[in-house]
Structure formats: structure tokens, C-alpha cells
């Protein structure tokens, strides 16, 4: 059956880098887009990143562009965000999702999602 | 501030006939398909409706979904106990800085 597994996820302080990363089977992952979405305590939903099948594509919130870098390796059938420059304002759930195409945004599967803190 | 607007909270009776609004623009809904998203409390989201109206396999016929213009809505139909979760529409959304996916700020759904 289709699973995405998220982990890396921890307490880290301002300032300071975290990589979270997405185990995916059960079905084609070289032909499968992969979003991050997270979560913060008692919100609602906030997309972060996707990634193309290919890789070539790459696409990412204002609210992360240039401190977050999404990643795949198919040889491991795993989705990676680093994440750098972590501020407070980054902590919440991050939960990693499947999408058959790039633009359907039709996260048909999620995983049970990592958690993120980040606090001095 | 979400991008696209949500009502926070929408309540009805079991049995009863609930619609959920997602108002956005011809930067997102305008222009790209609408899914929506339901939460269970202390759970991942779940994929409810996509491309607008059509429903993932094993996703029950009681759950429908509509779009006209820049705003969407889902109809929830003989609301059930377990219906009660936080309902999320979500869309492609064409930026001065990019494509990006945007999300409602969520409406939480109760049954009386």
C-alpha cells in the first residue's frame, strides 16, 4: 500500500539548519510529485515546497524561499527539505504529500508528519 | 491572512445538509482547479474532493464539490458524528513571485 514516512524532525535552535526527510512506497516514485505542508500548533495548513517527477521543477512559499531547498533522491525513493536559517516562526508539523501531476495539486496521500521546533 | 478565504466555523444537525465556502481570485481559483482537504482531529489531511468535483476512490458520495468564477464550496450531506473536522480548500495560485499552492484558513466543521 501507498506510505510516506517523514523524519528528522527535533528541536534545533534560531538560526540553525534541520533536513526532514519523506520514505515513499508503494508506488511509482519516479513518475509522482512530492509537496511539504506544515502545520503549526493549533493552525491551519501552510504549503512549503513541491517537486517535480523529474526534479526540474521547484517551487516554494514566500514565507521560505531562499532559506528552504526540497530535493529528491530516486535511488532511495526519498523527498528531502533542508531547511536553514531556522526561525521560531518555522515550528510546526511537516508533513510530506504525493501528487500524480504537478499542477492538479492533488495531494492524494500524506504521511503521519514530523515535528519541528525550533526554540533556544 | 489566508489567500483564499474560508468561513471559520459552519454547524449543523445529523442528517442535515452543511456547505462549506472558499472565496479567492482569478489568480488562483479563477484560473486553476480547486481541491479540499478534511482533518481529523490529531490526524494527517485527508484528499476529499479534487479537480474541483471529483472524488478520490473510497471517499463517500455524501461529500460534493463545485466551482464557479473565483469561489468554490463543499457540500457535506447527511452529516454524520464523524464528519466533525476541519475542512481545508486549497489551489494553485499564479504569483508575482512564482507558482505556489495555497491553502483556505480552514473552517471547523460541528455537528449538533
Known amino acids: 500500500q501507498v506510505q510516506l514516512v517523514e523524519s528528522g524532525g527535533g528541536v534545533v535552535q534560531p538560526g540553525r539548519s534541520l533536513t526532514v526527510s519523506c520514505v515513499a512506497s508503494g508506488f511509482s516514485f519516479s513518475t509522482s510529485t512530492f509537496h511539504w505542508v506544515r502545520q503549526a500548533p493549533g493552525k491551519g495548513l501552510e504549503w512549503v515546497a513541491v517537486i517535480s517527477s523529474d526534479g526540474v521543477n521547484t517551487y516554494y512559499a514566500d514565507s521560505v524561499k531562499g532559506r528552504f531547498t526540497i530535493s529528491r533522491d530516486e535511488s532511495k525513493s526519498t523527498v528531502h527539505l533542508q531547511m536553514h536559517s531556522l526561525r521560531s516562526e518555522d515550528t510546526a508539523v511537516y508533513f510530506c504529500?504525493?501528487?500524480?501531476?504537478?499542477?492538479?495539486?492533488?495531494?492524494?496521500?500524506w504521511g503521519q508528519g514530523t515535528l519541528v521546533t525550533v526554540s533556544s | 491572512q489566508s489567500v483564499l478565504t474560508q468561513p471559520p466555523s459552519a454547524s449543523g444537525a445529523p442528517g442535515q445538509t452543511v456547505s462549506i465556502s472558499c472565496s479567492g481570485s482569478d489568480s488562483n481559483i479563477g484560473s486553476n482547479t480547486v481541491n479540499w482537504f478534511q482533518q481529523l482531529p490529531g490526524t494527517a489531511p485527508k484528499l476529499l474532493i479534487f479537480s474541483n468535483r471529483l472524488r478520490p476512490s473510497g471517499v463517500s458520495d455524501r461529500f460534493s464539490g463545485s466551482k464557479s468564477g473565483t469561489s468554490a464550496s463543499l457540500v457535506i450531506s447527511g452529516l454524520q458524528s464523524g464528519d466533525e473536522a476541519d475542512y481545508y480548500c486549497?489551489?494553485?495560485?499564479?504569483?508575482?513571485?512564482?507558482?505556489?499552492?495555497?491553502f483556505g484558513g480552514g473552517t471547523k466543521l460541528t455537528v449538533l
Open positions: 486549497a489551489s494553485w495560485h499564479d504569483g508575482l513571485n512564482g507558482p505556489c499552492v495555497v
Open positions: 504529500a504525493r501528487d500524480p501531476h504537478l499542477w492538479g495539486g492533488e495531494l492524494g496521500h
